[in-house]
Each structure stands twice: as C-alpha cells, then as structure tokens.
C-alpha cells in the first residue's frame, strides 16, 4: 500500500504562505501533545515512586498487607509504562523510493532519527532534490507530521494510557482492599 502511495503524484499548484502557516500550525500542535504526553508521564512516575515509597512500610502490619501490595504492583507497572512511554525509541527507519530520481531518504529527511546512519552527502543531495522542487518539499513536510502523529499515538500516548490504566486498577484495588477489609466489617458488626 505504502508503495503505490509513493508513487502517486503530490500536487501543490501554487505554493504560498497559508500553506506554510497550516504545516507549522500543526507541527506546533505536535510538538504541544508531546510534551504533554511527555508532562503527564513525568507526573505518573513522581506519584507511583511516593505512593511505591510510602506503601513498602505497610507491608510489615499484616491487615494492611493486601492493600500495600496492590498499590506497589500497580505503582511499578505504572512506572514502567510512563518511563517506555518517554523513553527515546529505535531510530534509522528504512523508507521507500518515491521514484527513481529521488533518493529514498528524502521522504523522511526532516526528523534526525531518520537520517542518523547516512553519510552527509547522502543527506544533502536529498535535501538538494526537496528544495529544487515545491511540491515535494511540501510532501516531505506532510510526510513527516503523519509520521509524528503516528508515533505519539502509537509509541507515546499508547503507554502513557496503560500508565493511567494501571494506576487506575492500583488505587481502585486498594480502596476495595479498604471497603473489604475494613468497611464492610465494621458495619456487619
């Protein structure tokens, strides 16, 4: 799919400045989710490294053991996801030729991960081919804002999400540990 895509042509008929405002806008909106998504994961691990802290010591009273174990899992799971989620992926990603004349690396040129393992001269003629040519030049712009999106959704907001899933079930569990052990008890009595 991702070939025959290639290789259809990419018109921009008269390029101009709206459209310059439209792609900046929306890398910006970008780079905003990101460190967004990047906060958030940083809150998570903050407040599952406490809440691990604090919950160790109630592992020595014996009624609040269920409690304290429930919270550490979750607090670790939690952890784990939200520092994957910021933490810094694989880069070098091969790509395909749009056509003959163009190398295969122009398409993705804009994003350092991807152009890392090339040779400078390589990296400049692409840049060379993309800025001889409008059309293109905005292609690999467009080109590497669906890449952006695709990676926060499928790299970064996904764990972020099972970050907050996990934390969830922890402190849901621990309040049912309370209402089970504690709550309903009392009131049976």
Not at 46 to 74: G, Q
């Amino acid at each position: 799919m991702e070939g025959s895509e290639a290789m259809r042509q990419f018109e921009v008929k008269e390029p101009g400045s709206h459209f310059d405002h439209l792609i900046r806008q929306t890398r910006l909106h970008h780079q905003q989710i990101s460190m967004m998504i990047d906060t958030k994961a940083n809150m998570l691990i903050t407040i599952s490294s406490l809440i691990i802290t604090l919950s160790a010591p109630l592992l020595l009273k014996p009624e609040l053991e269920m409690i304290a174990i429930s919270l550490i899992i979750s607090g670790v799971f939690t952890v784990l996801f939200a520092v994957y989620a910021v933490m810094p992926k694989k880069f070098g990603k091969t790509t395909t030729r749009l056509s003959h004349e163009v190398p295969f690396d122009a398409m993705r040129s804009l994003f350092f991960g991807n152009f890392i393992n090339i040779p400078y001269e390589e990296f400049e003629r692409a840049w060379e081919g993309v800025l001889k040519d409008h059309a293109l030049a905005y292609r690999v712009q467009v080109r590497e804002i669906y890449d952006l999106g695709q990676y926060l959704a499928k790299e970064k907001l996904r764990y972020v999400r099972l970050a907050y899933l996990s934390f969830l079930c922890g402190i849901l569990s621990a309040v049912a540990s309370v209402v089970y052990l504690f709550l309903i008890p009392a009131l049976t009595t």
